[in-house]
């Protein structure tokens, strides 16, 4: 079953961005080298930028349309996005920051909710300190959690384990698995590293100078090596 | 209490409404406008930024005197805030807070628009991206983020409008109980003889009012770095 199909046109400064492709339940990578416009895509998905021409559907809502002049904001179209670099609210707590979604959209608070996510990414004993207490793997996990808390229809992350060094990225890596066996959420993972990718997605979405190259199965990150050796 | 007269208390007493009443009244105001400069591109932009920094670097008579031929009971502005709400500026004590918040305005917009400058706008799409509308973005994570520059900013206005002499005592005179603030006070007791006393209790006061308004900006700084960075 299609949940996301997008099909977007957007000039960014020398670049144009012609991105055409459909992602099923599960984990889709968005995968390619620096430059190619991964975050760009994830940042139409998420409404942070406007594409020139073309659409993007989730789940059978619109979320934008240029012919029909549809544009959910940002704010509406209930996309976890997950940060390259966090992004978590540094004068908020941790706790705050993983509640801050539920707070934004009005729902009664879940306690059930918040420690099955706390308990899946590790984080119940973070609450009380501030992201600026917190190391690189640590904030990650937050950022995931507090994705995941607002109960998003897609999960959006970008190059979430970049900032980290290899040890901290073999520490969320499992995080991310167990999310996408168990979080029943779409996955949209972006990145430029085959070995995360390949634990992670069952999709590849292959992007190269704002165009997708190549869709299919982990056999495309085959290539891609191929291709750099 | 240090042998201040009844008439000393009240040029104290009056300072300090008057500072926070101006200082009140000029936050949201500071606070919207600084978020124009630092955030909107518009026509008239240079104009608007030009006209806040006015008063600090005209004479402050030049702004009492522009302040008393708008803001009095025939001046244009003056005359229709009487006529349809009844309200009066000229030679009363709310006149005294106008002139200090104008006067304090420009030294309460430079550190808020900085403040909101250096925000990292990309926490605001995170918090859109987390469902939050305009107007909660800017409530729960612009104006937090930038509270540490609208301390400054109060501060420096409070300071400035407790100080304020120029601009005051032109546009509203230098009424005892109504428009005779600390300062002006000092100036009418040096004019007098046998006024040096009493000037020098008022002006004691004075650099008191002012260390204390400087360690309470200093701890409310503090505060919000704690809050910021973890203890």
């Given at each position: 079953m299609i949940v996301l199909a997008l099909d977007v046109e957007k000039r960014l400064g020398t670049l144009?961005?012609?991105?055409?492709?459909?992602?099923?339940?599960?984990?889709?990578?968005?995968f390619g080298p620096s430059g190619a416009g991964k975050t760009s895509v994830a940042n139409m998905i998420a409404g942070l930028i406007t594409p020139d021409r073309g659409s993007i559907v989730l789940d059978g809502t619109v979320l934008f349309d240029a012919g029909a002049g549809i544009n959910v904001p940002p704010h509406k179209r209930r996309i976890g996005y997950v940060f390259q670099e966090g992004r978590l609210f540094p004068h908020l707590s941790v706790r705050q920051n993983l509640d801050y979604g539920r707070r934004m959209s009005g729902r009664p608070r879940d306690a059930k909710e918040f420690e099955r996510i706390a308990a899946l990414l590790d984080i119940g004993n973070l609450l009380d300190r501030r992201p600026g207490m917190l190391s690189g793997g640590e904030r990650q996990r937050v950022a995931v959690g507090r994705a995941l808390l607002m109960r998003p229809r897609l999960l959006l992350l970008d190059e979430p384990l970049a900032s980290l060094d290899a040890a901290r990225k073999r520490e969320i890596l499992p995080y991310l698995v167990r999310l996408r066996d168990d979080a029943q959420v779409p996955i949209v993972y972006v990145s430029h590293m085959p070995a995360e990718v390949r634990r992670i997605a069952t999709t590849v979405v292959r992007l190269d100078a704002g165009r997708v190259v190549a869709t299919g199965g982990l056999e495309l990150l085959q290539d891609a090596e191929a291709d750099a050796l | 209490m240090l042998g201040l007269t009844p008439e000393e208390w009240t040029a104290v007493a009056l300072s300090l409404r008057i500072a926070i009443v101006a200082t009140a009244w000029a936050l949201p105001f500071g606070i919207a406008i600084g978020w124009l400069l630092a955030r909107k591109n518009f026509w008239g932009k240079t104009l608007l930024d030009g006209l806040v920094f006015l008063p600090l670097v005209l004479p402050p008579v030049v702004t009492g005197y522009l302040l008393l031929i708008s803001f009095g009971r025939r001046g244009p502005i003056g005359a229709f805030l009487y006529d349809y709400f009844g309200i009066v500026f000229s030679f009363r004590w709310t006149g005294a807070a106008l002139s200090c918040g104008i006067m304090g305005f420009p030294l309460l917009v430079r550190p808020v628009r900085l403040a909101l400058e250096a925000i990292d706008r990309r926490l605001e799409d995170a918090a859109a991206t987390l469902g939050?509308?305009?107007?909660?973005?800017?409530?729960?994570?612009?104006?937090?983020?930038?509270?540490?520059?609208i301390i400054v900013g109060v501060v420096l206005c409070f300071a400035r409008a407790l100080g304020e002499f120029g601009a005051t005592i032109t546009f509203v005179s230098n009424i005892p109980g109504e428009t005779q603030t600390i300062s002006a006070a000092i100036y009418t007791l040096t004019q007098v003889?046998?006024?040096?006393?009493?000037?020098?209790?008022?002006?004691?006061?004075?650099?008191?009012?002012?260390?204390?308004?400087?360690?309470?900006s200093e701890w409310l700084s503090r505060r919000a770095a704690i809050r910021f960075h973890g203890e």
């Open positions: 144009m961005l012609v991105v055409r492709f459909e992602a099923a339940a599960g984990a889709t990578a968005l | 939050a509308n305009s107007v909660l973005v800017f409530f729960t994570v612009t104006l937090p983020l930038a509270l540490p520059g003889p046998g006024g040096d006393a009493a000037a020098g209790r008022l002006v004691l006061i004075a650099i008191a009012l002012a260390f204390a308004a400087l360690i309470a």
